[in-house]
């Protein structure tokens, strides 16, 4: 046995090489096209698709034909919730623990599983796309989605259940007035939003003394190479269409075209396309500037980086809303539309406002956060309760009609991330 | 029982599992790309094979661009571990007493205790802009105020190499070990130099290490989206990550199969070729 | 002349490399150099994680800037709930996938090792292919075929997927072993009556201990790190990796205290595995 043997000769080799030869090979060469076409035949079988029927079930009508009065009707409620969200976005003690949740629990005897499992919604669609088109359960009863494509492709393949809104008076009653009928989702039919935010702009005021007001401040050869974007092609194609003028909800292809081009000019200044990481990018200085979620720059300014500021660009800002949707395989749909009804109070969106941060989608709850829970910071945040002016210049993102239309999409906006 | 059968009673369920769950996912996942359709409508087998002509010469992103970045990259990398790998096998090999060899070659090891997707996330942390690496450079004038790192290919590259590192110096240091020293004063009586002794004798010797580790290493970042994702920036977009959004952001399952076709076609072929010119002709001796 | 050659000879002449002196050189220090610096080099970002898991993190996301010393998120560990189901669901789906790539590797690796029979070079060629083929074109493939079969993708495909590409770190880390330990013992057991079953279990087995125990470790290690075949195949799913992977806005501190608690356990196989082995010595 040579010296160094007494080292795991075993794990060395585990790490380093498999033990074959060319000989081998070609042995094998005759058993692998068998296998070969053993996967060939598998292959024939195809991949089911999400919707190959073309069922269109948008629109206000029952998904595909569904009575949904006696579909409620046949739902009991089981006392469990099984709600999937996305990290940070739900009031959290220093222990962990949710209080709406579980003041809620103790309202209604629902037990809460709640699941901080949606990183983004691409990656989340990947994963409950093909569950769905099996008609097979998720796991959840709640999912939330931001407004774009993958919430009109759940709505439209009738994968998201039509809300009782009888069951739910809380919403009707207390919503803000602008989400009983968003415009991704008529009549919030299928919907309630969980959260609004605002993507604007955010810099290090350490870096940028002078400060920034508007998208053409992003074309200045002084912060070349100093300026982060969201890869999602959606926020900085919006983005593009507010800073050459065309609203995004009636763009064109002519403006998605001159939105491309001014990306163009813009490129050269940028540092990356965030996927995830840019608010250490910003804290860290890495970026000076940067696309940012309202909510992010609160919670940046109160975990010690008051040198963060958010910008509503002179432009315009996009407004977007994540949504509290039912999946149609959901166990407990009672339970999740008790728990719907429930967050639209002043008091448990007040709760979690108050950590979140983001736009609250019950005005009252600003009353409630002012005078029970005495934090005038977020009462008075422009960006949690913004001003009536503020909201003027919001716009929301571009609903895709159809599968070519954001493939066309993705085919101009695309190739400015990646290259 | 009967002798004849024994290997095939052994043998049986991982070969069975390995065709199962290996062999067969993989050709059948490479036939994806053959397919047509949408994720709406679902996919047929259509034996398309002008997506292979699709994704480089009608595409709207530049796939050969991708392909042709993760290649020097990997490339890039692969050549570092060998340059910082080889010394630190060829020191634990021949100059440390053998019970030290070990604990030298476990520190080699040792960030493989660490989930790699921490190790790259701190490494973001500690070259931020305002992190303590680019400050220290900055307080002994090495580096200027503008002075980056991360977002650049080097960052990319130089995660790369260093995931990658252990797998190149483990294979070196197996076939070094296997030396037999007295070989060494044969060559340096026959030469007379030092230098003769290691390009005559020993590094001819660790050649078959060395494939090893390039085999792993190169396929390893060649394909990898992860360290371009999170150490690279504007200019740093490759072929593991297009593969990735063609599949899960895009749904595009035929696009992404072509694109993993292309991919092992282009591994395959650049090591087979290396192999030719190199002379490795047996694997099986390398280890 | 071939090393494999040169071994044989030695061992003919009852020697081994470690008896043969080596010949005195004259120690030039650049080389402990270059070791020591690249080591401390991969060392940076462990000890980094290892210190900022002790640091305070304000809105429970870690910063760089020092803030003061706690050790209150390893009392916390918990309670990042899903980040501490992440990390048990690694755990499991580390230790089911080595127990059954062990399971299924040790009669595979018999077999390659110790027979020739059809089939064998096909075998071997699979597992070199498996431990070559890039992950992102293993991964997105095994997705494929659940789809195709809709197999619901979720922990067991996880586990499958895991299995899979251990199952070849483990036959190449068995085989090692087996190639070195001969089967004189096994002969001889045979040869005192014992029936292949029970000599398989008595003899084989304990013999084969140390590179059973390599290959659990190494298949441990490989399956906890692995992100990029996981994240195609784990469904709605998430492991430590992934979790870590996807959290968009700053790390939540428990990710370092879990990393570190990996770490240090880590270090205590390892010298558990030394220990073993030494004892094991054949």
Redesign the interface.
């Known amino acids: ?28 060469a005759g ?2 096209a068998g ?2 076409a ?3 035949l ?11 029927s ?1 069922a269109n079930p948008t629109g206000g009508n029952a998904s595909g034909g569904t009575d949904w009065t006696s579909w409620w009707a046949s739902k009991k409620q089981n006392g469990v919730l099984n709600f999937a969200n996305w ?2 976005y739900i009031d ?1 003690d220093s ?2 623990k949710h209080a709406s949740l579980e003041a809620f629990t103790k309202k209604t005897g629902i037990k809460v599983n ?4 949606i ?2 919604d ?2 989340y669609y ?6 769905l088109t ?1 008609g ?1 359960s ?3 009863d709640i999912i939330v989605i931001t407004d774009g494509w993958y919430l009109t492709e759940i709505i439209n ?1 009738g994968w998201a259940v039509q809300l009782d809104h009888s069951r739910m008076p809380n919403f009707t009653a207390n919503a803000d007035r602008s989400l009983l009928s968003p415009s991704y989702d008529p009549g919030a039919l299928h919907s309630a939003v969980w959260q609004t935010g605002l993507t604007g702009l955010a810099y290090n005021s350490k870096k940028v003394p002078e400060g920034i007001t508007s998208f053409a401040d992003l074309l200045d050869p002084k912060y070349a ?1 100093h300026i982060g974007l969201f890869s999602d092609n959606t926020e900085y194609g919006s983005m593009a269409l507010l800073a050459t003028g065309a609203q995004t909800a009636t763009s064109t292809h002519d403006d998605w075209n001159k939105a491309v081009e001014w990306l163009n000019k813009l ?1 050269p200044s ?4 965030y ?7 910003l ?4 970026i000076w500037i940067s696309q940012a979620w309202s909510g ?1 720059v609160y ?1 940046m300014q ?3 980086h008051p040198e963060i500021k958010f910008v509503l660009p002179t432009e315009g800002v996009i407004t977007w809303h994540d949504n509290m949707l039912i999946p149609i395989t959901a166990e407990n749909p009672v339970d999740a539309i008790t728990w719907m009804n429930y967050y639209y109070t002043p008091e448990t969106a007040g709760i979690i406002e108050d950590y979140d941060a983001y736009i609250c989608p019950v005005p009252a709850a600003k009353d409630y956060i002012l005078n029970t829970l005495k934090d005038p910071a977020v009462a008075n945040s422009p960006l949690v309760f913004p001003s009536a002016a503020d909201l003027a210049k919001a716009q929301e993102y571009y609903t895709y009609k159809n ?1 070519a239309d954001y493939n066309a999409w ?3 906006f ?2 400015v ?3 | 029982m009967r002798r004849l059968s024994v290997p095939y009673l052994l043998g049986f369920t991982g070969a069975a599992w390995l065709i199962l769950f290996f062999l067969i996912p993989l050709i059948a996942g490479l036939i994806v790309s053959l397919m047509s359709g949408d994720v709406a409508s679902g996919y047929r087998l259509t034996w398309n094979w002008s997506i292979y002509s699709d994704i480089f010469v009608n595409s709207n992103v530049n796939y050969a661009l991708f392909l042709g970045r993760s290649l020097f990259y990997g490339a890039t990398a692969t050549l570092l571990t060998i340059v910082i790998g080889y010394p630190l096998a060829y020191f634990i090999a021949f100059r440390v007493s053998p019970r030290w060899k070990t604990p030298l070659l476990f520190l080699v090891l040792i960030s493989f205790l660490i989930s790699f997707v921490i190790r790259t996330k701190m490494w973001v942390f500690l070259l931020g802009a305002q992190g303590p690496i680019i400050s220290f450079l900055q307080s002994i004038h090495l580096a200027g105020p503008d002075f980056a790192v991360l977002g650049t290919p080097g960052a990319v590259i130089g995660g790369q190499t260093y995931n990658d590192l252990a797998y190149m110096v483990l294979p070196i240091y197996v076939a070094l070990e296997r030396i037999d020293t007295r070989l060494f004063e044969a060559t340096e009586d026959l030469y007379g130099t030092k230098r003769a002794v290691f390009f005559k004798t020993i590094l001819p010797l660790s050649r078959s290490g060395i494939f090893s580790g390039i085999l792993i290493v190169f396929i390893d970042t060649v394909g990898d989206p992860v360290n371009a994702a999170l150490l690279g920036g504007r200019n740093t977009y490759n072929f593991g990550e297009a593969i990735q959004y063609a599949y899960l952001n895009l749904q595009q399952y035929n696009v992404a199969a072509a694109l993993s076709t292309v991919l092992m076609i282009a591994l395959g072929i650049i090591l087979f070729v290396y192999a030719r010119v190199f002379g490795t002709e047996n694997i099986e001796d390398l280890v | 002349m071939s090393t494999t050659t040169q071994t044989i000879a030695l061992r003919g002449a009852g020697l081994t490399l470690d008896d043969i002196p080596e010949p005195k050189r004259r120690k030039r220090p650049l080389l402990p150099i270059i070791y020591w610096v690249v080591i401390g080099i991969l060392l940076l970002p462990i000890i980094s994680m290892i210190a900022y898991s002790f640091n305070f993190a304000p809105n429970n996301r870690v910063t760089t800037v020092w803030q003061h010393f706690t050790v209150q998120y390893y009392l916390h560990l918990a309670d990042q709930a899903d980040l501490f189901q992440a990390f048990l669901l690694s755990i499991t789906i580390a230790l089911l996938s080595a127990a059954i790539s062990i399971a299924i590797g040790v009669p595979l690796a018999l077999a390659l090792e110790r027979y020739r029979f059809w089939g064998r070079g096909l075998v071997s060629s699979i597992l070199f292919i498996d431990i070559a083929a890039p992950s992102i074109v293993v991964g997105s493939s095994a997705l494929s075929f659940f789809f195709t079969l809709n197999f619901q993708t979720g922990f067991w495909t996880i586990l499958i997927s895991h299995v899979t590409f251990n199952i070849a770190y483990a036959v190449v880390t068995l085989r090692a072993r087996l190639s070195g330990m001969g089967t004189a013992y096994e002969q001889a057991a045979a040869d005192l009556g014992s029936g292949p079953v029970a000599g398989f279990f008595r003899v084989t087995v304990p013999l084969l201990m140390p590179g059973i125990l390599a290959a659990f470790l190494l298949s441990l290690a490989m399956s906890i790190d692995d992100y990029v075949i996981t994240s195609f195949v784990a469904g709605s799913a998430t492991t430590f990796p992934l979790y870590i992977y996807g959290i968009k806005t700053g790390l939540p501190p428990q990710v370092l205290c879990f990393g570190t608690i990996v770490f240090v356990v880590g270090i205590a196989l390892f010298f558990a595995n030394a220990a073993l082995n030494r004892r094991n010595k054949v």
């Open positions: 046995m040579t010296s160094g043997e007494n080292i795991n000769p075993e794990t060395i080799r585990g790490l380093t090489q498999s033990r074959v030869s060319r000989r081998m090979f070609m042995k094998g058993a692998v296998a070969g053993l996967s060939a598998l292959a024939a079988c195809g991949v089911t698709g999400t919707n190959p073309g990290p940070y959290t222990n962990g709640y699941k901080e499992v990183q983004d691409p990656s990947a994963k409950i796309s093909p569950l099996k097979q998720i796991g959840q393949n190479g490129k940028v540092a990356k396309f996927d995830q990481g840019y608010t250490d990018a804290q860290n200085g890495d992010d919670q109160q975990g010690g599968l993705n085919a101009l695309d190739p991330a990646q290259s």
